[in-house]
């Protein structure tokens, strides 16, 4: 039987203003409650941090160096917070002195145990959770099905991607193959192991979809899932990495899962499908650590917007345009933008246009009556060219190295080069706090039952 393990994900801003305040009160323990939502992957289960609801003054029957106990107003006004917004209750608490240990003392076993006992008789469809804060790390467990399971993995997701294990899971320091010296030079032995390391979905292997897959496997990637439905035509032969004239007709997938194992031990996951598609189970893109989007319709993209915003993964979407007026060129541009949780969503950008995402859904010759009357634009054969692809592709796997801390986290979420003029606008969207992205964020599989 496969035992699934838990992960603790954070938004970035809300993990830095949480260790803030838990270490506010040193060298007394501090604590809170927090809220979140949970999902399932085929090998994880994940709790998605949403909320915190922090104590007052008299909300401690003890609050001293090696001692921490909630009042039961405190904890009831916990218990109906959490039970009117159908999350899950986390009580998280520190131990703030150098020397502590990350890990649940004797005390805190005991408490927990008392605490999901008398908790889950209030709350009995939901997992509960226990969180410790050292200087040293961050121990947790989940009290789901009646058992107590360990936290095997917390992420903080924002303008850094954070992965570290909780106390008890250590990380296996691995052999790094000599050919990536120069990359190991450039950023150092554990980077490229964090690289490595990830799951990364690319949905669309095109023009710039298949680049950015040929970039990431000679980076080193071990796991990597591609999406397309479509078959290679003739007009690809020019821009799609890997393929050649006999591969016409063969699934796009597949010839860049063949070119990548020919020089890589990149695991390579094809999916043939269109995740536009109602019918189509799209599941296996929760497994992801980083999305990107390669795809050339904003059907896709607003559904790769809504994963990332509820399920806290990060998106970096990939654009590229040639407009022309009368076969003259009066702009190429190359685009890459990251969502998480503390950026901009496309909506928020202006990236997503629900007119356009209306005709998408329509039928091929509704398509074509709009396109004679002048209100409908087919992108499905626009202008384009592997110069900007591969540099669309080129600058999306830098935008993860930017991800990842490797040049730093002081940086902007949306980079666009126009190549014709030669300009580049290097920006971070504004958060609209009326865009859907803010009721959606965390929501996990919470928002998708309503």
Known sequence: MLIK??????????YDHLVKFLFSTSPNENGCFLLANTYNTKNNKVI??????KPLEDSW????????????????????????KKSSL?????????????????IDEKSNARMFANLSQILPDRPLGSLVFSRKGICGVIFDERKIQSVSKIKVVGNRLQTFPGVGFDLKTKKIK????RQVRMMGKKNQTNLEDLKITIVGVGGTGSPLAVQ??????????????????????????????????????EVVKTHIEGFSDCNVDVHEIDISQEKEDISFLLESDV???????????????????????PLIDVGCRIHLNNSS??????KVQLVTPDNACLWCSGTLDGKIIMQESLSKSEKKELAKEGYYENIEKQPSIISMTTMAASMAANKLLNLLGIFGENYNSRTQIEIKDGFLIDDTPEIKSNCVCRKKLGMAEKYRSK
């Open 178 to 181: 000599e050919k990536f010296d």
């Open 61 to 84: 029957n003890k609050n001293e160096e090696h001692s921490l106990e909630p009042t039961s107003s405190y904890v009831n006004e916990c218990v109906i917070s959490a039970d009117t």
């Open 5 to 14: 393990l838990w992960t603790v994900v954070f938004s970035g801003n809300f």
């Open 216 to 253: 990431l496997a000679r980076m080193g990637l071990k796991n990597l899932k591609i999406v397309d439905k479509d078959t290679i035509d003739p007009t690809n032969i020019s821009r799609l990495y890997g393929s050649t004239e006999s591969d016409v007709n063969r699934p796009k997938v």
């Open 48 to 53: 998605v941090i949403t909320n915190v609801i």
């Open 291 to 313: 999305i990107f989007s390669c795809t050339d319709n904003l059907t896709s993209r607003s559904i790769l917007n809504e994963i990332s915003t509820q399920y806290y993964i």
């Open 90 to 106: 986390i009580f998280v608490h520190t131990h703030p002195n150098v020397m502590h240990p990350a890990k649940f003392s004797w």
């Open 329 to 334: 060129i009066t702009q190429a541009i190359v």
